[in-house]
Structures are given as C-alpha cells and as structure tokens.
C-alpha cells in the first residue's frame, strides 16, 4: 500500500491535483488552509497573540520539576507533580501572564532595548569572573544552561519590565488621598461612653407547643428544603473475585516477576554532590584547582542532595559524579551545555533488593493481575450468556459474577442519610439513564473494572410525611417563634427609652442588670469584653440615639449611646499616614485583579489541559477513580 502512494506521488497525476489545490486556495482565499493547522502541535495556552506550545510548556515544566527536585532533595516526576495539580496551577497563572502581556504590547507598553540591556548588564552571571567586565561568551553559556536563548531572555526582561511598569504607574495613579487614612484612624481612635443591659429569653418568654396545623404552615413555608429529591435503587453486577478469595501465586511466578524486577526494587546509589559551571575548559582548570587547594572558587554551585544518578539531568555530569572512587573534586567535565566541575561530599551506598523484603508486595502485584484476568474471562462469559439469552441472574450465576444492591441514592450519588456513595459516576449516569427495570450493558469503569446495572426502582421527588420530620421541625418552629418574642420584646424595651424613660428604670423593670463603660475603642480586647453586638450598637449610631442588637443565639442588648469622643488630631495624623500605604496598596490589588481578568476575557483566553497532560507524555484524560465498595 505505501508503494502505491509513493509512486503515485510521482506521478503526473498528483502534481496536477496539486496544482488544483493551490488554485482554490487562490479563489477562496487563504483562509481554507486552516485545515492543516491540526497537523502542528496544539497549544497549551493561548491569550490574544500570545500562545505557549506544548514545546514550551515541556521545556517550563521540566525546570518546575528540577527545582523541586533541588529544593526538596527528593526524585519527582512530572506526573508526581502532575497528580498533586501544578500543571493546572501554572497553567492559570500563565493564562494571567499572556493576557496581559498580549493587551500590553498592543497599547503600546513596550520597554526600549536600551532598558533592558541594562537589566541584562545589571547580572553577575554574565561577567567575567576575573576582569569583572560583560563576557559575551559566559552570557550565552548561561543562557544555554538554563535551556534559554538571548532573544528568550531578552523577551522575558521586556516583559517584566512591562508588568513591573505597568503596576507602579498603577499605584502611582491610584494612590489614595490622605482623608482615607485619616478617617479609618479617627474610627480607631475614638472613644465612646453608652449604658446597655441584655433582654435574655426568660424576659421575653417562651413559645408555646407548636399544633399540626402550625407545623403543616411551617412546612409549606419550607418546601423547597424539606422535598425529597428524585431517588433510585439498583443492582450492580460486579465482575471481580469476592472479598477473601485472592487467588494462589506460585513460588516459581514469584522468583520470575522478582528476577525481572530487582533492579527496579532495590535502591540505588546516591551521592551528595555541587556542580560549578564553567564558560570553558580553562575557567573549569582554574575552579577545579582553587576546590582542591580549599579555596573559595568564586562561582555559585548548583547543590544535589542524596540524588540518585538517574535523576542528574546532564549525562557528563552524571558520569563525572558517579565515577569517582568517593569524595573529591573532578576535573573539567565537558557537558551538553558548557564546561562544569562536580565536588562530591558524601555517598550513601545502594542497596539491593531481597525477595524476602519485596515478596508481600510482588504476591499483591501478581494476585492483582490475576484478578483483573480473571474478571475479563468473567465478562466475556457474561456477555456470551446474555446473548445466548440467558437471563442478568442466570449469566451471573453462570459466570461466578455477584450482584449488590445499592441503596436509594439521588442522581449525584448522595443516600438519604446525605452521605456520598463511594462509586464510579459511570454508575450514577448510567441509573439515570435506564427506565424501571431496565438493565445496561456491560459498562467499563476504568482501571480493569466493569459492571452491569439494573434499575430496580425509581422513586420520585416528594414532601416527607409531618410524623417523619416532626422532631426537627419542632426544634425550627420553636427558635425561630422564640427568636420572634426576644426580638419583640427587645424593641418593646427600646421603645420606652427612645419615648424618653430613663434607660436604668426600663432595665431594672425588665429584672435585668444594666451594664456602663465610658471610652470605648473599636479594638479587638474591647469587643472580646463588651461583646460584638454592643460594640456594633456603640460605634453604629450618632450620640443620645438607642440601639438594638443580637447580642448571641439567645439574648439582645438594648443600649444608648451617651457620649462621642472625637479623636485626638496629633495622634490620628502619624496613624493616617501609616494606613494609607496599606489602603493603596488594597486598592492597586483589587484594580490589578479587575484589569487581569478584563485583558483575560480581552484576549479570550483558555488553556488546555489535555494538551499539557499530552506534552509531558500523560493520557489526556486522568485515570477515572476506582471501583464501588
């Protein structure tokens, strides 16, 4: 077949088609040629005129990976970081970074060359260690080491510098006047006096039992809380070995899967060692001879802690490290970027594995390939059956199957008590997708599971009988009826101090005990002693007004503000100019969030996490959970 396109291909036949093609994207127009554009990598994020490919996204989540690597001390993967949701992180903070970058090189905020080769010139890496000038030569050797090119680093610099422009023009533009500080100082320094007692329960009284007929009204009035949703029961087929039954591995599977797997199981060497990069052979002579002779190299050190040798990321590196006899510093080595020199300090010896040590583990690993065998022949027996027409419960029986049943559950899987179903959501779609009675094919789960559904019952949304839910609706009726009479009779007690009655004479009428502070300051100790209703009451109304405020779950303050003590002026000034900062800076946050999410919905920005997963060599799609229990 490959012959035929080849030779068809040469032929004048296809030239002519070509020709064809070419021509109708001529009358068309250009447009049509967006068919290919699926032949190209995808892209992981796209923002305006601003993309990241998958090329990128590897290259940037590779270097995520080494610094965790660095910071940690530990091997991790991609898909380590992958399954603990980085990718997706990232990919956020990407999309925030293009958007703005797109909207602000469309608007004109664009730094000279001149700016950023002073950000470039301003680097240590990028001189030389001895004259102290820029080398062009350690320039571009960094870079290489960081995987970069100058046109990268430099697009990078512009684009920060941008950013960082952009959001001091930002703070400058919207820095708060001085009455903003000014009026959150003479809050906090103002002092107030006011008296105030608490109308508790036993002043208001209790309410009464509740009738049916006032219970049937309280469930009317909360119907939407009190309907039962749509509820179904069903059967599952489940295809893998019962509980207890794990099948028997032999001695001889299990001195075959350790043999293949050893070098997998046992631990590796590791070595605790530093890499000094070098711009070339002669720096790496020099930096080689000053580590030996115990003299400071001049050069920062990138340090590896108990790294095994898989996890060096240079080959040359790991070859040098690894090939020393112990600890000591190498000469110059030559790797895939540059010139380096490694000093290893310490080696920790690897050890091999035993089948003593690993037997458990190599049992479980063998058992659970059997059972997933074992539950594939079960449901392609299964299948046969049925299409034989073999009843769901004859095939079942048939096979070696089993079938559980499911409590009444809602279409998010929640049972009556409100608990969560641990099962596949597959199961869930699939009962509400099948009438009463109904039964599904054999369905697969992921991770080698399947099963089969039955549709038992269905049982729709309804109200709940009063005899069913009288207990908690006797518990609302009453707090909510009691709440009512400490309100009323709070306002009631307000009333009479508002119409002129001495506050003192009301409280002692009510039985309660009246409570006096003069100076009050809205701070945390003074609202922890006076409670939050009073000091919302104290600081919520203008002098000689009352105020009625919860005071908890049980009780009201009824109160009256008796005097206001303005702020002393020498003292709000120095707080108004310490707050101010601090408001501004709130201010340049909130309006810094509103303009990233404006050149977001701008650039009609997305990123795509099929296409991450895709590039570091990922399905897609994450694994779907596991089986029901």
């Known amino acids: 077949m490959i012959s035929h396109f080849r030779n068809f291909a040469k032929s004048p036949w296809a030239i002519g088609l070509v020709g064809l093609i070419i021509l109708s994207f001529m009358v068309l127009g250009g447009s049509q040629a967006d068919i290919f554009a699926s032949l190209g990598p995808r892209h992981v994020v796209k923002a305006g005129d601003r993309s990241l490919s998958q090329q990128e996204f590897r290259t940037d989540f590779d270097k995520i990976v080494k610094n965790y690597q660095e910071q940690t001390g530990q091997p991790v993967t991609a898909e380590d970081l992958v399954n603990q949701n980085i990718h997706v992180r990232y990919l956020e903070g990407k999309v925030q970074e293009l958007s703005f970058q797109s909207w602000a090189h469309r608007v004109g905020i664009r730094p000279g060359k001149e700016l950023i080769l002073q950000q470039i010139r301003q680097i240590p890496a990028f001189f030389n260690q001895i004259t102290g000038k820029f080398d062009e030569e350690s320039y571009k050797t960094v870079l290489q080491g960081e995987g970069l090119t100058p046109a990268q680093l430099e697009g990078n610099l512009r684009n920060e510098y941008a950013q960082n422009h952009f ?10 006047p001085r009455i903003y500080g000014a009026v959150i100082a003479n809050g906090a320094l103002e002092r107030r006096d006011g008296r105030w007692f608490a109308v508790t329960q036993a002043m208001a009284g209790s309410a009464p039992a509740p009738t049916d007929e006032q219970l049937n009204a309280f469930m009317a009035e909360n119907a939407d809380q009190l309907r039962r949703p749509e509820t179904r029961i069903a059967s599952i087929v ?50 080689s001879a000053a580590l030996k002779a115990g003299e400071n190299p001049g050069v920062e050190a990138t340090p590896y802690s108990e790294t095994p040798r898989s996890a060096v990321p240079d080959p040359a590196v790991a070859e040098a490290v690894f090939g020393m006899s112990g600890p000591g510093v190498s000469g110059p080595v030559q790797g895939r970027v540059g010139f380096a020199v490694v000093e290893v300090t310490a080696i920790q010896p690897g050890e091999a594995a035993t089948l003593d040590g690993v037997r458990e583990a190599i049992v479980q690993e063998l058992q659970g390939e059997a059972e997933k065998g074992a539950e594939f022949d079960r449901v392609s027996r299964y299948e046969a059956a049925r299409n034989s027409g073999k009843s769901m419960e004859e095939a079942v029986e048939e096979v070696g199957a089993r079938i559980i049943t499911l409590p009444a559950f809602t279409e998010q899987g929640v049972r009556a008590d409100g608990s969560q179903i641990n099962a596949p959501p597959q199961i869930f779609e699939t009962a509400w997708r099948l009438p009463e009675g109904g039964i599904s094919d054999v369905i697969d789960a992921g991770q080698g599971q399947y099963f089969v ?16 839910v009288r207990d908690i609706l006797v518990r609302e009726w009453t707090a909510r009826e009691n709440s009512r009479l400490l309100s009323a009779k709070a306002e009631e007690l307000a009333a009479r101090v508002r119409a002129g009655e001495d506050i003192a004479e009301v409280a002692r009428s009510a039985g309660a005990t009246l409570m006096s502070r003069e100076g009050v300051l809205q701070d945390q100790e003074t609202v922890e002693a006076i409670g939050q209703g009073v000091a919302q009451g104290l600081f919520g109304q203008a002098k000689g007004q009352v105020f009625v405020q919860p005071q908890s779950q049980t009780a009201f303050a009824v109160g ?70």
């Open 167 to 176: 959001g001091a023009s930002l703070y400058a533009a919207a820095r708060v």
């Open 238 to 287: 489940l295809f893998d070995s019962p509980p207890g039954q794990a099948p028997e591995i032999s001695e001889e599977a299990i001195q075959e899967r350790f043999e293949f797997r050893k070098d997998a199981l046992s631990i590796p060497e590791r070595r605790t060692f530093s890499v000094y990069p070098a711009a070339n052979a002669q720096a790496a002579e020099r930096i």
């Open 453 to 468: 559904l039955r549709l038992d019952k269905i049982r729709p949304a309804s109200m709940p009988a009063l005899d069913e």
């Open 560 to 629: 009256v503000v008796d005097d206001v003590r303005a702020s002393d002026p020498s003292m709000v000034a120095p707080i108004a100019e310490r707050v101010r900062p601090r408001v501004t800076q709130d201010v340049v946050s909130g309006m810094g969030e509103s303009a990233i999410g404006w050149t977001q919905a701008r650039a009609k920005a997305s990123y795509d996490v099929g296409a991450a997963r895709q590039a570091l060599g990922l399905p897609e799609e994450a694994p779907a959970p596991a089986g029901a229990q």
